[in-house]
C-alpha cells in the first residue's frame, strides 16, 4: 500500500507580515510553500508592495498600516526596523488587537517592553541570518531555512506567552531553524557582543584605514581587509537604531575592547613577542572553535558568559 506524506500541521493559519526588507522578505518566501497558511503583507516603500504582488501566492499586500491591521491575523510578524516595531507594537495597543504578536528584531527588550505596557500576546524571536546588503530584491528563503533562531519569553506575560511560545518554535522548525530560547535581557547582552560589535569593528576598522591611508588605500587591500571588514558594509541606518536601543550593552563591550586592543598595543610597544604570541594563540583557539561547531554553537542549555581575562590580562582603561 503506498504512502503518503502528510501535509505538516500549521500552528497559524492566517499570518501577516509587517516589512519586507531582507528577513521580512526571505521570512515570507519561506513560508509561501506551506499550503493552508494564508499570507498577507505590508511595507511602506510601493515599489516593494509592487514586487511582492507579482508573487501569486499572496493574499494581500498593502503599503497603507491601517488597512494592513484591518485584516484578520493569528499571528502578525513584525520585520521593520527595531524602532519601527517598537512604535507598530504601540500601535496594536492602542487597537487592542486579540491575535498573537511577534518580530524578528536584534534587540528585544525594547519591543517586550513596548508590548507588555501595550497589553499584546507577544513573544519575541530573532533569526540568526543576514547579509551586507538590504532590501526585499536580496530576500531569499534560504537565508532563513535551518538558521538558529532565538526566541525570547518573559515570564510577565503570563500563562498565554507559554501557549504562544511553543506554537512559534512548531512555526520555526517548519522551516528547519535550530530553536533556543533566552530572556530578552539575556539576548541583547549576548548579541551586543557577537553581532552589533562587530558590526562597529568592522566599521571602525575600514573607518582607520580610510582615514589614516585615505581612498587609495584600498587599492592595496587583500582578502584579508576585505574579510574583517565584510559587515562594515551593511547600510548603517539599522545600526545606529540598534546601537541606540542596546546603548548599555554596547558601551560596557566596546570599553571591553578597548582593553582587548591596547593589551595588544602594550605588548607590541613593549617588544614582548612571547606574551603577544600567547594571547593571540588563546583568542585564535577560540575563534576556530567556530569553524569545528555549527553556527550558534552548542545547545541552549550549555550556554555561558563568556571566559573573562585572566588576571593582569586587562589593560586599565584610559578615563
Not at 111 to 132: S, W, Y
Amino acid at each position: 500500500m503506498p504512502k503518503f506524506k502528510l501535509p505538516p500541521r500549521l500552528p497559524f493559519s492566517r499570518l501577516g507580515v509587517a516589512g519586507l526588507g531582507l528577513i521580512g522578505g526571505s521570512l515570507t518566501k519561506a513560508l509561501m510553500p506551506f499550503g493552508g497558511l494564508e499570507l498577507s503583507v505590508f511595507d511602506a516603500d510601493p515599489e516593494t508592495i509592487r514586487e511582492a504582488k507579482k508573487i501569486k501566492r499572496l493574499a494581500r499586500a498593502t503599503v497603507d498600516p491601517d488597512e494592513f491591521l484591518s485584516w484578520p491575523f493569528d499571528l502578525i510578524y513584525l520585520c521593520l526596523p527595531v524602532r519601527r516595531n517598537v512604535e507598530f507594537v504601540r500601535r496594536l495597543g492602542r487597537l487592542a488587537l486579540n491575535c498573537a504578536v511577534t518580530d524578528s528584531g536584534s534587540t528585544k527588550v525594547p519591543v517586550t517592553e513596548a508590548a507588555l505596557e501595550a497589553g499584546l500576546n507577544f513573544c519575541g524571536g530573532h533569526p540568526i541570518a543576514g547579509k551586507e546588503v538590504a532590501g526585499f530584491k536580496h530576500s531569499s528563503a534560504e537565508l532563513v531555512k535551518g538558521c538558529l533562531f532565538v526566541l525570547t519569553p518573559d515570564e510577565r506575560f503570563g500563562p498565554r506567552q507559554k501557549e504562544l511560545l511553543g506554537r512559534l518554535k512548531n512555526l520555526h522548525q517548519l522551516l528547519g531553524c535550530r530553536l533556543r530560547v533566552i530572556s530578552p535581557a539575556e539576548h541583547d547582552r549576548i548579541y551586543a557582543l557577537v553581532s552589533h560589535l562587530p558590526y562597529l569593528s568592522a566599521s571602525a576598522l575600514a573607518g582607520t584605514a580610510l582615514f589614516e591611508g585615505g581612498e587609495e588605500a584600498l587599492a592595496w587591500a587583500g582578502t584579508g581587509f576585505r574579510d574583517s571588514t565584510r559587515v562594515g558594509a551593511s547600510p548603517p541606518a539599522k545600526w545606529v537604531e540598534v546601537a541606540m536601543e542596546n546603548a548599555d550593552n554596547l558601551v560596557e563591550d566596546l570599553g571591553r575592547l578597548m582593553d582587548v586592543l591596547d593589551r595588544i598595543r602594550s605588548l607590541i610597544r613593549n617588544r614582548q613577542a612571547d606574551e603577544l604570541a600567547a594571547l593571540l594563540e588563546r583568542i585564535s583557539a577560540y575563534r576556530r572553535r567556530l569553524d569545528r561547531e555549527p553556527p550558534g554553537g552548542a545547545d541552549a542549555g550549555q550556554r555561558r558568559r563568556p571566559d573573562r581575562p585572566q588576571p593582569g590580562e586587562r589593560a586599565v582603561r584610559k578615563t
